[in-house]
């Protein structure tokens, strides 16, 4: 069946570090996939998306490319602050699922001053 | 805006109590779903409905309720035979069969059983 796998968090970095958290998927035909944020006692916000091979998504300084040949679509920043500090989801959707999103476990990060 | 509105913010049951958690979206979404989130935790899938008048069981439907009578509105029950309801409970909205939209979340309820 289709899923997602994260890296496990929580990931503590610095400020100003370089950020990956991986995400690797499993699903059959082109799905398209998905990041989503979470500040601390609130919603999920979609912060970037792909939907087809090799798309890049990018947003307030993150990216992500989709990548068929490894099925990952890991999320990326140059220089993480403070203010990013949140829960990350990584999200697939697959054909003919009516829609439907598979969610990984989440990565906690926590950037220090 | 169109969004996606969740009330209460907080909310709080006694032992043995029903309650009940709004969720009303004015996106025109034809898909409305629930989540759980327990602490430190992932999303875990309460209940769906991808049209008016139908819904499904997610992953977790024991102790829940739900009704879809309207395209704009989902409302959840955490009934009294849900033994561990402490939570934090998200509603999500989507346009149905386009696999490339994703979700809209509401900003969620927290539920505290005293």
């Known amino acids: 069946g289709n899923s997602v796998t994260q890296m496990e968090g929580p990931v503590t970095l610095s400020e100003e570090a370089f950020l990956t958290i991986n995400c690797t998927y499993t699903a059959t035909g082109y799905p398209s996939l998905f990041w989503y944020v979470q500040y601390p006692g609130e919603g999920l916000q979609l912060l970037l998306k792909a939907t087809k091979a090799d798309d890049k998504g990018s947003n307030k300084g993150f990216e992500a490319t989709y990548r068929k040949e490894t099925t990952s679509f890991h999320l990326e920043k140059g220089s993480v602050q403070v203010s990013d500090s949140a829960v990350y989801f990584c999200?697939?959707?697959?054909?003919?699922?009516?829609?439907?999103?598979?969610f990984g476990q989440g990565t906690e990060l926590s950037v220090k001053p | 805006d169109g969004g996606i509105t969740q009330s209460p913010k907080y909310l709080f049951r006694k032992e043995g109590q029903n309650v009940t958690l709004s969720c009303e979206q004015n996106l025109n979404h034809d898909a409305m779903y629930w989540y759980r989130q327990d602490p430190g935790q992932g999303l875990r899938l309460i209940y769906y409905s991808q049209i008016v008048n139908d819904f499904q069981k997610g992953d977790i439907a024991e102790g829940y309720s739900v009704s879809r009578e309207k395209k704009e509105s989902f409302p959840l029950t955490v009934t009294s035979a849900q033994k561990n309801p402490t939570a934090f409970y998200l509603c999500a909205s989507s346009i149905e069969g386009v696999h490339s939209y994703g979700y809209t979340f509401g900003s969620g309820t927290r539920l505290t059983v005293v």
């Open positions: 999200a697939l959707s697959a054909p003919n699922q009516g829609g439907k999103l598979i």
